[in-house]
């Protein structure tokens, strides 16, 4: 009783308070028929609350996401549909669902009548610009009795989860020679002599079986060269992805951090469906993904729900113990890379695989330019240090169009040479 007391709404309140003063000018007046009055408009509102206390009214809700996974910039829905149980009557009822602002505007709905005999169904968009695990709810409704007088609230439904995955762009083409596997060009073939099956030879690498040395090989190119005895069905690559916070600039959907999630998403779904084996790694080796070459759809989801929940690392520069490719191709996506950073990772990556860096110029997400004269020198610097290592680099502004990006990587992995003789 005391909980619907509390929610008398205005016109309640002000009918009580009109009943009391009409009760106390009655005994001041000495006029009976004016105690009557008050004693009716005190009693409804009091009657109107008992009532809805004993009745507790019975609503019902279900919330259903389409899609529950949606990417960023594409359109999402919510549906939900209401009922109550019971033949009582049901007053004005006011829906507001929690959205956050990510999401889009909080939907707010005003059910006059809520009929007994079926359910209503209430729909709203959802229009997400960034990326993350989002939480939808809860579902509050405001129920009014039918003279307006009380009103109370009530949480029908909890959170439902909704993954905002990065936006992937159709990319086009591969890095000549991708896909031999670990580090072998599929484009460098020795013909051994007439009728004599195309032979693989790679550099010598310490542990070899010296039976395996191609004498022809070794001879033209003055280094030992061994066979590579089979050829791996499907290659792999290693897409790396720097999300540190002290390496990206801006904020919100317009970030580097979110330009770079989003074309690693692009580039490491493009590679899965040419038929790589695709892993997914953190700038410090850190798995976030490992994906087959072969499969459906679902490991296009295991791809974007991780980068989905990606949180930028707090850690100031790059730190590794191992090659973060563990012999794999690499395709690097980095924000801003200090000195030591590039020299980190060199310098565990075999000078016969190949390595390429998409490097952001990060400082123009805040400046705002995005023009070669403008890049930053530090930028420059990094790329020069990069190319010089033997890594095929492309640098990206916020205004880069993502296919064009990747599409000169690809040419700045041809332009690198052949692998198993190193950069040129």
């Known amino acids: 009783m005391l909980r619907a007391l509390s929610g008398l709404t205005t016109r309640g309140r002000c009918l009580l308070a009109a009943g009391i003063a009409a009760a106390v000018c009655s005994f001041v007046l000495n006029e009976r028929d004016l105690l009557r009055v008050a004693v009716f408009v005190v009693a409804l509102p009091l009657l109107v609350a008992a009532f809805i206390s004993a009745t507790r009214l019975r609503i019902g809700a279900t919330r259903t ?9 594409g359109n999402g829905e919510v549906q939900l549909e209401l009922w109550r149980s019971g033949r009582l009557p049901a007053g004005e009822i006011l829906l507001e669902d929690g959205v956050p602002y990510a999401l889009g505007s909080r939907p707010r709905f005003v059910v006059e009548r809520l009929p007994h005999d079926r359910r209503v169904a209430l729909r709203y968009p959802l229009q997400p610009v960034l990326r993350g695990i989002q939480q939808v709810g809860p579902l509050r409704a405001t129920i009014t009795d039918p003279f307006g007088l009380c009103e109370f609230e009530r949480e029908l439904i909890g959170h439902s989860r909704l993954v905002v995955v990065p936006r ?7 890095p000549s020679g991708a896909g031999i596997g670990v580090g072998d060009d599929g484009t460098v073939r020795l013909h051994a002599g007439q009728g004599e099956a195309d032979v693989i030879v790679r550099q010598y690498r310490q542990g070899d079986d010296l039976r395996k040395v191609h004498w022809r090989s070794t001879a033209r190119r003055d280094e030992i060269m061994v066979r590579v005895e089979e050829r791996p069905w499907r290659g792999g690559t290693t897409v790396l992805l720097d999300h540190r916070a002290a390496a990206h600039h801006g904020s919100g959907p317009a970030a580097s951090l979110e330009w770079a999630v989003s074309f690693a998403a692009s580039a490491a779904l493009h590679l899965r469906r040419a038929g790589h084996r695709v892993r ?3 700038e410090h080796g850190v798995t976030l993904a490992d994906t087959p070459g072969d499969g459906g759809d679902h490991y296009d989801h295991v791809v974007l729900d991780a980068l989905a929940a990606l949180q930028p690392a707090h850690q100031r520069d790059i730190t590794l113990a191992r090659d973060p ?14 000195t030591e950073a590039v020299h980190e990772l060199a310098q ?10 998409v490097l952001l110029d990060t400082p123009t997400w805040s ?4 023009a070669p004269e403008q890049r930053a020198a530090a930028t420059e610097d990094s790329a020069a240090l990069l190319r010089a290592a033997g890594w095929g680099v492309i640098v990206a502004g916020p205004g880069s169009p993502m296919p064009q990006v990747w599409a000169e990587l690809c040419r700045s992995g041809a332009r690198r040479g052949t692998l198993i003789g190193g950069p040129r």
């Open 65 to 73: 996401l389409r899609p529950q996974r949606v990417a960023v910039g």
């Open 168 to 174: 992937v762009v159709p990319l086009w083409g591969l």
């Open 280 to 282: 997914l790694v953190s």
């Open 325 to 338: 490719a563990e012999g794999q191709e690499l395709i690097a996506v980095l924000g801003t890379v200090s």
């Open 348 to 357: 565990y990556r075999p000078r016969g695989i190949r390595s390429l860096a």
């Open 367 to 370: 400046a705002g330019v995005s």
